[in-house]
């Protein structure tokens, strides 16, 4: 049986050009909810956020958004959550996140979901936490960031271990099953104080 209380889903703000984004972001919110893990997200009520924190929160999920003060000036907080973190900046952002969640989920995103993706591997291949970490690549999305990767090791700048830092999954399904299998001694609650 997993160990995974919460997990923190990274996610685009837009919906993409594809209906599929935002139908597996509601899958991924029942998911969750569905296996009475808390959702962690980045506090947003627009694209895949909202439609992941909707999703979860229809189906009688925790959802917790952390948002800085700048967004929610913007009227993008998403008011219906379970709890809304505001906090001061990004950086704030994600530390509380990470603070929060068990366990992380990739979503198809812009440009944040792979900045907050890349900096949760960093700290994971620099032993900063040992938390499981899945990466759903529907329709092949992170296919760009996977060859990357692959150069990165082949070039030298990266142990080939890099690549054994996350799991990758086709479905949502697959991506929990991965997160479910992860052992318990990587979910400690103090892993990692930056």
């Given at each position: 049986?997993?160990?995974?209380?919460?997990?923190?889903?990274?996610?685009?703000?837009?919906?993409?050009?594809?209906?599929?984004?935002?139908?597996?972001?509601?899958?991924?919110?029942?998911?969750?909810?569905?296996?009475?893990?808390?959702?962690?997200?980045?506090?947003?009520?627009?694209?895949?956020?909202?439609?992941?924190?909707?999703?979860?929160?229809?189906?009688?999920?925790?959802?917790?958004?952390?948002?800085?003060?700048?967004?929610?000036?913007?009227?993008?907080?998403?008011?219906?959550?379970?709890?809304?973190?505001?906090?001061?900046?990004?950086?704030?952002?994600?530390?509380?996140?990470?603070?929060?969640?068990?366990?992380?989920?990739?979503?198809?995103?812009?440009?944040?979901?792979?900045?907050?993706?890349?900096?949760?591997?960093?700290?994971?291949?620099?032993?900063?936490?040992?938390?499981?970490?899945?990466?759903?690549?529907?329709?092949?999305?992170?296919?760009?960031?996977?060859?990357?990767?692959?150069?990165?090791?082949?070039?030298?700048?990266?142990?080939?271990?890099?690549?054994?830092?996350y799991h990758v999954a086709p479905t949502v399904e697959a991506a929990f099953a991965a997160l479910a299998r992860a052992p318990t001694s990587a979910l400690h609650p103090d892993s990692a104080r930056f």
């Amino acid at each position: 049986m997993s160990g995974i209380r919460s997990i923190c889903v990274y996610c685009g703000a837009s919906g993409g050009l594809d209906r599929r984004y935002l139908d597996c972001a509601a899958e991924t919110g029942r998911a969750a909810a569905e296996r009475g893990w808390r959702v962690i997200f980045g506090g947003g009520h627009v694209g895949l956020m909202g439609a992941m924190a909707d999703a979860a929160l229809a189906a009688g999920g925790t959802v917790e958004g952390v948002i800085p003060q700048a967004l929610m000036d913007r009227e993008l907080g998403h008011a219906g959550v379970t709890r809304l973190h505001v906090v001061s900046s990004m950086h704030a952002r994600k530390e509380k996140m990470f603070d929060l969640s068990d366990a992380f989920l990739a979503l198809p995103g812009g440009i944040g979901t792979l900045d907050e993706t890349i900096e949760v591997l960093t700290w994971k291949q620099l032993g900063f936490h040992d938390k499981p970490i899945a990466i759903l690549d529907l329709g092949g999305y992170w296919a760009p960031l996977f060859g990357l990767i692959d150069t990165v090791i082949a070039r030298g700048f990266a142990p080939a271990s890099t690549a054994k830092l996350y799991h990758v999954a086709p479905t949502v399904e697959a991506a929990f099953a991965a997160l479910a299998r992860a052992p318990t001694s990587a979910l400690h609650p103090d892993s990692a104080r930056f």
